[in-house]
């Protein structure tokens, strides 16, 4: 069960709804958020929510049996959006892309890739300024450094910024030069770290472990939201598997499935999906007509230079026909959908 307080839930009434749950039977929690408050009841008790409904200080009562109860569509219908400001909104309305480079190497690189993405309308940059690498001796990021020269440039032209954050110490020095933190496949399940993300008010592009069940994705996404966070993104961005023909397997039912149990919007990253460069246009082709909210894709000016990822890395023209592709397939989704409910 989740119980909905009202804003002007006073400490009094706040104690009278919680006895009540936890004389049924039920272990409450509350979790405040930068939106409302909630009491989180877990357990097996036995209730009647009207009871609890008709109590001052309650706005509603949900019966949600998901183990993951604030990340569940079965009390919030609605898909969440995020507004990111310029223009940037990330909605099932829209078909939002963030492209960019695994690593942001140096201040002639970002120049070239902002100005691709003002040409192309494309309203987010990724780029890795901390870089978990499998050898200690690759390339592993220009650090807080990197991240001012990408931050100046994106911030003169009204470009958002999501970029990898891999420790609650880079927090603090990360939090005023991006709009969206992003938290690896290695730290997916970094519990103290998505709990500290939970305490800020920046969205959270949260990427899938890559051997994680969907629901121990989710229970990551749960952490992030208990902790005061509800602005969260969800990515695929493939798991690892038996196969060795390609990088990951990039696993497409994910997203109808998150998005039939999660009211959070849903990525898909294809370039670490699949780490093949020719197979990655289709892939993101596939996860839009899957119902991908967005697509998170690496490309570079010349890919054979990127110093990291350039196998799956896009050139310029090659992520220009690929937006174009992906622009087209998402309106042809949205009129057969709209086609079939008229029918």
Not at 32 to 42: K, L, P, R, V
Not at 191 to 196: I, Y
Not at 304 to 316: G, N, R, V
Request: hydrophobic residues 40%; charged residues 25%; contains cysteine.
């Amino acid at each position: 069960m989740l119980i909905q307080l009202t804003e002007d839930c006073t400490h009094e009434e706040l104690e009278k709804i919680t006895a009540l749950a936890e004389k049924a039977g039920f272990k409450t929690s509350k979790v405040d958020t930068h939106n409302a408050s909630y009491i989180i009841c877990s357990g097996k008790g036995e209730f009647d929510p009207r009871r609890i409904g008709t109590l001052k200080g309650v706005k509603d009562v949900h019966m949600v049996e998901d183990e993951n109860k604030l990340v569940s569509r079965l009390w919030r219908v609605n898909d969440t959006e995020l507004d990111l400001g310029d223009g940037a909104v990330i909605s099932r309305d829209n078909l939002t892309v963030a492209m960019g480079p695994c690593s942001i190497e140096s201040e002639e690189q970002v120049q070239k890739t902002v100005d691709f993405l003002l040409k192309n309308q494309v309203k987010i940059m990724r780029g890795g300024i901390f870089k978990p690498r499998s050898s200690p001796y690759s390339f592993r990021g220009m650090g807080i450094g990197g991240l001012e020269i990408f931050a100046r440039h994106c911030r003169e032209k009204g470009i958002k910024i999501v970029s990898e954050v891999m420790q609650v110490s880079q927090i603090e020095p990360m939090y005023d030069l991006v709009d969206i933190f992003q938290v690896g496949t290695r730290n997916a399940q970094n519990f103290n770290l998505l709990d500290a993300l939970g305490k800020t008010d920046k969205p959270v592009l949260l990427k899938r472990g890559m051997s994680s069940t969907i629901n121990e994705f989710l229970a990551s996404a749960e952490y992030i939201f208990s902790s005061g966070n509800e602005r969260i993104i969800l990515c695929e961005r493939g798991i690892r598997t038996f196969e060795k023909a390609y990088r990951n397997t990039l696993d497409l039912n994910a997203i109808p499935l998150l998005k039939e149990k999660s009211h959070l919007p849903v990525f898909c990253d294809p370039s670490h999906g699949v780490g093949v460069r020719r197979f990655v246009e289709p892939m993101a082709l596939a996860s839009v007509m899957a119902g991908a909210d967005g697509l998170l894709m690496e490309i570079g000016e010349v890919p054979e230079k990127a110093t990291s990822d350039a196998q799956q890395t896009l050139s310029f023209e090659e992520a220009r026909q690929a937006l174009f592709k992906m622009n087209k397939t998402f309106e042809l989704k949205k009129e057969l959908s709209f086609k079939f409910l008229s029918e």
